[in-house]
């Protein structure tokens, strides 16, 4: 048991990473609630991921990062990410992602990255039994450019931030089932775009500030038995959700 303070890059197909028997270990970027009020930032606020000392990834990374195909990623602990929690990229099939925690990122909580519009699409995906949460805290960073600090680059919208809990782009019958989202300061559920036979099922997402499940540019997809709650109600900086639900 111990915290890594790290990236994880998983390059290696037929692969598959999970914590060794009676271990816990957690997977940390460094970057994490108490930082509000810190480095320049105004109370209440947090300070742009560059701005503090031994923030591991940037806001477009991810903790943990998978560009193989044939990987499964079981029952880590993903915390405090100045970008990402886990995430998938590149045109990669067979990945799982399985009882996960993901808590306190800048952007997104779990990510499969969009491909090119003419690209193929990942088959055999499969995300379960995850808790995300406090995910796309970017929402309390005024600084929150998407192409530069320096303010000269294109802010979000005002009050909108464009990042999800979890976000499932370009697969094929891909499933999404049992996980939970909570306290996302951007989208909850995100399942587009580009999703053909996507089955979504037996989630739970409250909290959010933006829409707890969003559908988009997505085909012949399934949502069923799901429980959504709570809207545009997250805990101020620094009050509630200390701890994941």
Same mark, same amino acid.
């Given at each position: ?15 598959? /990473?999970?914590?060794?028997?009676? @271990? ?7 970057? @994490? ?7 320049? *930032? ?25 560009? *193989?195909?044939?990987? #499964? ?39 499969? &990255? ?5 690209? *193929? ?6 995300? #379960?039994?995850?808790?995300? &949460?406090? &995910?796309? /805290? ?21 009050? !909108? ?9 370009? #697969?094929?019958? *891909? ?8 306290? &996302? ?24 500030? @933006?829409? @707890? ?8 997809? #399934? ?6 709650? /709570? ?7 620094? !009050? ?6």
């Amino acid at each position: 048991t111990s915290t890594w303070r790290e990236k994880l890059d998983i390059a290696t197909a037929n692969t598959t /990473w999970q914590a060794q028997t009676g @271990h816990t270990p957690v997977i940390d970027g460094n970057y @994490h609630d108490g930082l509000f009020g810190m480095y320049g *930032a105004a109370p209440g606020k947090l300070p742009p991921p560059p701005n503090v000392p031994g923030n591991v990834v940037a806001r477009y990374a991810s903790m943990v990062e998978v560009r *193989a195909s044939n990987v #499964t990623v079981n029952g880590l602990t993903v915390q405090n990410s100045g970008g990402e929690g886990i995430g998938v990229t590149g045109l990669v099939h067979g990945v799982k992602i399985r009882n996960c925690l993901v808590d306190f990122t800048y952007t997104a909580g779990i990510t499969l &990255s969009d491909l090119s519009a003419n690209s *193929a699409k990942r088959t055999g995906v499969e995300l #379960t039994g995850n808790i995300i &949460s406090r &995910s796309t /805290w970017c929402y309390y960073d005024p600084l929150r450019f998407w192409s530069d600090w320096s303010g000269n680059g294109d802010v979000d919208y005002v009050g !909108e931030v464009v990042a999800q809990t979890m976000k499932i782009s370009c #697969t094929t019958g *891909a499933i999404v089932r049992d996980n939970v989202g909570a306290y &996302s300061a951007g989208e909850g559920f995100d399942l587009g775009k580009g999703n053909v036979d996507l089955l979504f099922e037996d989630n739970i997402a409250f909290g959010d500030r @933006h829409y @707890h499940v969003y559908l988009m540019y997505s085909r012949d997809t #399934t949502v069923r038995r799901n429980v959504v709650f /709570w809207p545009k109600n997250q805990p101020k900086p620094n !009050e509630g959700a200390s701890n994941p639900p």
